[in-house]
């Protein structure tokens, strides 16, 4: 397995606070079945300022140190981009880390309570430069789970989502849990992931918890959210969409109805 989000480099952001919280966030991942890793920090003006240098020089660091210790886990760059208004001229300019520095995926994040209007806008800008935009835990935001739809509008437009796996074990609450299951369930995200904080507290956990919620999934996306599209995507390949027929009979009839209810209801929206 790949986790295509994980806050691991060492005092970057609110991440790992030091090496050693590095070295034993890689092995857990190592013992939850990883054999990769994407080192996404925080990059958000006025908070999170990181330059696409200091991020390629930190993963080169911490991979040669996994390699010093022994550690079967490889490091990919990439960073988690609060979803601004001048990401897309940024992007153009060279500034912008894109996920392993392949040019094609860019994780995005939008603020908790809501999702900014020029979210739409910005997102067709990015891809106009040839770059997928993939929504960080979506299953978190306020404005996304009273109003699923929205998120289906800007799968449609092009962008791929990421659901967090602490949101489906519940460790952020009701709402981003039944948020998460549905979004898995009825085909709205495209990849399973961490997004690890530390060894204690949010560790870069996935087998564990796959097993612990794997009742509440559907099992068939299982592989595809955590191993075939992080492949993917690490080589830079299209991401597989998940399409309501390809789902259980009783998911597949939901599913169907839901989404095309809601894309319905987006062309109609003036």
Partial sequence: MIDIHAH??????DGARDVNEALDMARIAVLEGMTGLIATPHVAAGLYSR???????????????????KIPLQ??????YLLEPDIPQRLRSGEILTLNNGGKYLLVEFPFASVPVYAENVIFEIMLQGVTPIIAHPERNAELQKNPGRLAGLIHQGALAQVTLGSIAGLFGDKAKYAGINLVNQGLAHFLASDAHSPNNRPPLLKTLLKKMHQQLNTGMIELLTEQNPEHLIRGKPVKRVEPAEKTPKQKQAGRGLISRLVKKLRQTP
Wanted: no cysteine; proline share 6%; hydrophobic share 50%.
């Fill in 8 to 13: 691991i480099l060492p005092g970057m952001d």
């Fill in 51 to 69: 330059e696409k240098w200091q991020i390629l020089d930190a993963v080169a660091a911490l991979n040669n140190l996994l390699i010093k210790e």
């Fill in 75 to 80: 490091l990919y760059p990439g960073a988690e």
